[in-house]
């Protein structure tokens, strides 16, 4: 089928894409910068000038295709209001476009943080009732009410990732280098923490699989909800380990008690406004940092996708430090 994917440009719809594209379906890539969808162009994929939120470009962009994945969205933002803005008002946009243009599928790629941390030693399940901690994760649950809203008139499908990682990613692997090089694993909180986590080609894949294979979302309930993770769940003390150990790098771990985090947002949230320009550290981030627990299980996408990730961590964490070129023998 012919495919729209926005945030194609993004480290999650670059792999996407290109997903989408081994599958044998033809894509259609929506870019705020055509120069920047160039590889994708070079894949196979038609680039068009788009914006979520300028819905004056989105009929042109949806018109011909029978499927929208939508990845756009904003992980940092000045303030409540810049999150709903692209997350909730650029769904319901583009939603709107796809009604217009007869598309059959809209699959939206939303996020663990809409449905809320999970209580220590059991994963979250899509059974469970959303419970967002910040204005990320609620902006994210609003942009999945956009499509329960429209249930009737739209065939839609919502997917919830956890932490993602792999080749390309600019917000796990740089902190976890830094770490390395101090030799360090540094900790928010004193306290226990656990954490599910996936790589990007399997996340790719189950994107692949909920777009062709996914039931509908209702107007409530978890039907045409997944949850896609690699399977495990980990301490942060485990997924740091995953990271060093490839570079030979022994650590100790670094618990900071939670008042430091809460010290530092305060700080980049307001040097963040001074500057007009959102950083994703924030008192917002901090307040999915301090939960105990970001879990989720992935069976319902297993049973009824055939999802099944190819990446635990170690090896995933590997691959992705070899492709970066941390590793000898790796891609430059």
Same mark, same amino acid.
């Given at each position: ?31 705020? #910068? ?31 295709? $029978? ?101 390309? #990613?600019? $917000?796990?692997? =740089? ?102 320009? =959102?950083?994703?550290?924030?008192? #917002? ?26 990446? =635990?961590?170690? #090896? ?15 891609? =430059?």
């Amino acid at each position: 089928m012919k495919v729209l994917v926005t945030g194609s440009t993004g480290f999650i719809g670059q792999h996407v894409t290109q997903a989408l594209l081994a599958r044998g379906h033809a894509v259609r890539a929506l870019a705020r #910068d055509p120069a920047a969808a160039a590889p994708l162009a070079a894949a196979g994929a038609e680039v068009i000038q788009g914006d979520v939120c300028r819905p004056a470009t989105l009929p042109a962009a949806v018109t011909g295709c $029978e499927a929208v994945v939508h990845l756009a969205g904003a992980v940092k933002a000045l303030g409540r209001a810049g999150f709903f803005a692209v997350n909730a008002g650029g769904t319901r946009h583009l939603a709107d476009a796809a009604i217009g243009a007869g598309a059959s599928r809209f699959l939206l790629v939303s996020s663990l943080a809409a449905a809320g941390p999970s209580s220590a030693g059991r994963p979250r399940t899509e059974e469970d009732p959303a419970a967002p901690v910040s204005a990320y994760g609620e902006s994210k649950l609003a942009a999945e009410a956009v499509l329960r809203d429209l249930a009737f008139r739209l065939e839609a499908t919502v997917v919830r990732p956890p932490i993602v990682y792999g080749p390309g #990613d600019r $917000e796990v692997l =740089p902190p976890l280098l830094a770490m390395a090089r101090a030799r360090l694993i540094v900790k928010a909180g004193l306290a226990p923490k656990r954490y599910s986590v996936v790589h990007v080609e399997d996340l790719a894949a189950g994107i692949a699989l909920a777009l062709e294979r996914g039931r509908r979302l209702g107007p409530a309930g978890p039907e045409g909800v997944y949850f896609l993770d690699d399977g495990a769940t980990y301490s942060w003390e485990e997924i740091g380990r995953a990271a060093l150990g490839p570079l030979g790098v022994a650590a100790r771990v670094l618990p900071l008690p939670e008042a430091v985090s809460w010290v530092a947002a305060a700080g980049a949230s307001a040097l963040a406004r001074l500057r007009r320009r =959102p950083a994703v550290f924030s008192l #917002d981030k901090v307040r999915e940092i301090r939960q105990p627990s970001w879990t989720c299980a992935s069976a319902r996408a297993r049973a009824e996708l055939g999802y099944a990730p190819r990446w =635990p961590l170690a #090896d995933g964490m590997r691959q992705t430090l070899a492709a970066e070129g941390h590793l000898p023998g790796g891609a =430059p």
